[in-house]
């Protein structure tokens, strides 16, 4: 089956630094989205991309869809201690079809 | 604001045996799925159902693993004879269109273990 690898696996980082995760993948999706995960809750979805190249921003979330379809990153801004969690992305190959998740991202941010 | 329930949240059963695992998706949705997680690891896809029939299965869910919508409201994960490796915890999810993408709608979540 398709593989997501995503990176880093952790990142600490003080309150107010910027962050980085991204993901790769051997093969295309067609979408690509990227979920944040609280302890003991189901994924949350954060933002969605649909074409290669998209650029999407939520907020301090910034998240694009790499030209080759293969690859997708994350950007946090300003981090604040309540986007601790963690940070996965998954993608989709059609639509309807299921989600593949990468490992996950566990992000911990210090006051 | 509409959201996907899950119960129980968490559920202890002996090995061989049966479990059922609910789920109320939210209400104008029509496709529903469920994902588990075994802990420290990433999301895994089960099934997705639409229409009454399933629509896609992984290859995690053999013979062991059933669904069905009984009744207008709710969606289950059966699995009839549980093994220690079914220890994870189990979302439900469900999404309004086929198209669109992505947007599922996950809920809290089912943590299971078999002893």
């Known amino acids: 089956g398709q593989q997501l690898n995503q990176s880093p696996q952790s990142m600490f980082i003080q309150e107010g630094e910027d962050v980085s995760m991204n993901c790769t993948s051997s093969?295309?999706?067609?979408?690509w989205l990227w979920y944040k995960q609280d302890p003991g809750e189901g994924p949350v979805l954060l933002i969605a991309?649909?074409?290669?190249?998209e650029l999407t921003s939520n907020g301090r979330l910034t998240a694009q869809f790499g030209i080759t379809r293969k690859d997708s990153f994350l950007n946090i801004s300003a981090s604040i201690p309540s986007d601790v969690g963690i940070y996965f992305c998954?993608?989709?190959?059609?639509?309807?079809?299921?989600?593949?998740f990468g490992e996950g991202t566990q992000l911990t941010v210090n006051p | 604001e509409p959201e996907v329930t899950q119960t129980p949240s968490h559920q202890v059963t002996q090995m061989g045996q049966e479990v059922i695992l609910r789920c109320v998706p939210i209400?104008?949705?029509?496709?529903f799925y469920w994902y588990r997680q075994i802990l420290g690891q990433k999301v895994e896809f089960l099934v997705s159902?639409?229409?009454?029939?399933?629509?896609?299965k992984s290859e995690i869910f053999d013979d062991q693993f059933s669904v069905e919508r009984p009744d207008g409201s709710n969606f289950t994960l059966k699995i009839r004879s549980t093994k220690l490796e079914d220890s994870a915890m189990y979302f439900c999810?469900?999404?309004?269109?086929?198209?669109?993408?992505?947007?599922?709608?996950f809920g809290s979540g089912t943590q299971l273990s078999v002893l």
């Open positions: 159902f639409y229409n009454n029939e399933i629509s896609e």
């Open positions: 998954a993608g989709q190959l059609d639509s309807g079809s299921r989600l593949t």
């Open positions: 093969s295309i999706f067609n979408t």
């Open positions: 999810a469900s999404s309004e269109r086929r198209d669109s993408p992505g947007k599922l709608f």
């Open positions: 209400s104008n949705h029509l496709y």
């Open positions: 991309l649909y074409k290669a190249g």
